[in-house]
Nanobody
Framework: QVQLVESGGGLVQAGGSLRLSCAAT????????MGWFRQAPGKEREFVAT????????DYADFVKGRFTISRDNAKNTVYLQMNSLKPEDTAVYYC?????????????????WGQGSQVTVSS
């Protein structure tokens, strides 16, 4: 079992930045790919970014490319999502997730463990 805890969300003005963190505890000796998803009110959960076990490969949803960066520090069992140039439409609850498949995946059902979510609100 792996437990994931997100932090770093909050309220920011449009054009601002936030960095989300996701700390993993439990069976962290296993190798996991990690992902970030988000869900806005009334909308389905959507893929944001993913990173493979080593951190050498990443993938992003088109709507965040050039603005968001996913990274990880395996020594700290933590994955990050740096969000720049935030827009009001980025407002959502952001979830991190871990997949026993160590490669990249943008599909929510490829992930085995989920955090509780962190609210990000971007004001116009």
């Amino acid at each position: 079992q792996v437990q994931l805890v997100e932090s770093g969300g909050g309220l920011v003005q449009a054009g601002g930045s936030l960095r989300l963190s996701c700390a993993a505890t439990g069976r962290t000796s296993s190798r996991y790919a990690m992902g970030w998803f988000r869900q806005a009110p009334g909308k389905e959960r959507e893929f944001v970014a993913t990173i493979n076990w080593s951190g050498g490969s990443t993938d992003y949803a088109d709507f965040v490319k050039g603005r968001f960066t996913i990274s990880r520090d395996n020594a700290k069992n933590t994955v990050y999502l740096q969000m720049n140039s935030l827009k009001p439409e980025d407002t959502a609850v952001y979830y991190c997730a871990a997949s026993r498949n160590i490669g990249l995946s943008s599909s929510w059902n490829a992930y085995d463990y989920w955090g509780q979510g962190s609210q990000v609100t971007v004001s116009s």
